[in-house]
């Protein structure tokens, strides 16, 4: 059993940085698609950005050029480091990973290992 803990999240002002961490137990992440997602109060919940098995990565627009994601396999963390951060991207950012064999999805489709959330509050 997969479970992922999200960590990192606060008030910041606009323009400045946050870095979340995603911390896995029960599998390896390495092997694994991890997506990490976010909601807004009254807003549908938004990919933000996807990590692959094989490290391939792909961004929501909205984020592009702005956040990265990364992976520290030694210790089976994934990372979201969120630059030039705006009022738009105050949500709960959740991690997400799919260990189910699913392979008619997409990789970052069909997530079924999700964390509790990590309030991110963009404001001056």
């Known amino acids: 059993q997969l479970q992922l803990v999200e960590s990192g999240g606060g008030l910041v002002q606009p323009g400045e940085s946050l870095r979340l961490s995603c911390a896995g137990s029960?599998?390896?992440?390495?092997?694994?698609?991890v997506a990490w997602f976010r909601q807004a109060p009254g807003k549908e919940r938004e990919r933000v950005s996807c990590?692959?098995?094989?490290?391939?990565?792909d961004y929501a627009d909205s984020i592009k050029g702005r956040f990265i994601i990364s992976r520290d396999d030694a210790n089976n963390m994934v990372y979201l480091q969120m630059n030039d951060l705006k009022p738009e991207d105050t949500a709960v950012y959740y991690c997400?990973?799919?260990?189910?064999?699913?392979?008619?999805?997409?990789?970052?489709?069909?997530?079924?290992?999700w964390g509790k959330g990590t309030q991110v509050t963009i404001a001056s």
């Open positions: 997400a990973a799919r260990s189910r064999h699913t392979p008619w999805y997409p990789p970052c489709d069909d997530m079924d290992n």
């Open positions: 990590i692959r098995g094989e490290g391939s990565e």
């Open positions: 029960g599998l390896t992440l390495a092997y694994l698609s």
